[in-house]
C-alpha cells in the first residue's frame, strides 16, 4: 500500500522487512537453504542485473530499454558469500525469503561463477530504466553494505565486531556493545518568495547545472529548523515557513533526503562561497524550461534525484 501519492526513485521496497524473524538463526538458515530463496547480488556496489523484458502492450521501436534485478537462488549465494558476513536478509516477498551477498575483488563475477546468470552495472546509471520496486530493494542493499564495510569495528573499544540478526546488527564480543545501521537525515530545500524558487550550483558541478539546497540535519535540530539554518548559512535568507514535500532514500552512501519548501523573507539571497558558489531565482516557467532542458545553458539534476521532483513539483503546482 502507498502510503504517500509521491513516490521518489529508491523509495518503495516492496519486501516484508520482517525484522522479528533477524535474530531466529535457525529459521534464516533454513531460507537460506529454500530453493525457492532468492538473493541479490552486489559486485563492489554494482548490482547483478538482466534486461527487463517489454511491457506486453510495446512493440517495435516503441519497447522501453530497462533492466531489472537478476536474481540467484539463496544457497548459491550463501555459497559464494562463505561467511555471514558478507550475506543479508533483505526481507519476504510474500512466503518467499530474499537475501543479498556482497561481492568484492577486481575479478567480475560475471565472467566467473555468475557467468550468464547476468551482468554488473552502475546502481546510479541503471536507477531510472529499474522497476520502482526493484530500486528500493536495491538501494536497501547497498546501503546495508556500505555501512558494513564502515563499522567493522567497534566504536566503544575498537575491537572487530560480527555480524548477527541477518546482518542488520554488528556485536562487540569484547565489549558487547551492539551496532546498528545508520541513516544521515538531509534536509534539501526549495526556497520561495514572491512566485520565484532560488536554486544555487557547487563549483565542482557540471557548468550551468543548478539545483536545490541541501544539508545535513544536526543532533539536537528538528528537520524544520535544519532546513532554516541551511537556507541562512549558505545563501543568508530567513525561512518563515516550512512545509513537507516527499522524502528518499539515497544510498551513497545511506541518507535520507527530507524534501522540503521553504517560504522565505526576502530575496537578497547571496551565496557563502564555501558551499555555494552562485545562487539564482527561476520563475515558474523558468523552472519548468529548466527541468525539460530547454533554458539555454542552464539544467537541472536528473529525474533520479529528489531536487528535480521537487523543482518539477513547484513548477507544475497551480
Partial sequence: MALSIITNIFAGNPLDRASERRGDEAWLAEKADDPQSLAVAIW????????APPPPEASGEERPAGVQIAYLRADMARDL??????LLFLGLWKDIAVFAVDLEGGADPAEGPLQGLGRFEELRAIAPTLPPPDAGILATAKSMFEWRRKHRWCSNCGQETQVTDGGWKRQCA????????????????LALHDGKCLLGRQATWPAGMYSALAGFIEPGETIEEGCARELKEE?????TAVRYHSSQPWPWPSSLMMGLLAEVDSAEAAPDQTELEAVR???KAEAAALIK???????APPPLAIAHQLIKAWAEEA
Wanted: glycine share 12%; net charge negative.
Fill in 235 to 239: 545563501a543568508g535568507l530567513t525561512a
Fill in 293 to 299: 532542458g530547454e533554458l539555454d545553458g542552464l539544467f
Fill in 281 to 283: 531565482w527561476f520563475t
Fill in 44 to 51: 563492489n556496489g554494482k548490482p547483478l542485473v538482466e534486461d
Fill in 174 to 189: 569484547s565489549c558487547h556493545a551492539e551496532h546498528f545501521p545508520r541513516t544521515d537525515p538531509v534536509a534539501i530545500m
Fill in 81 to 86: 558469500a562463505g561467511t555471514p558476513e558478507r
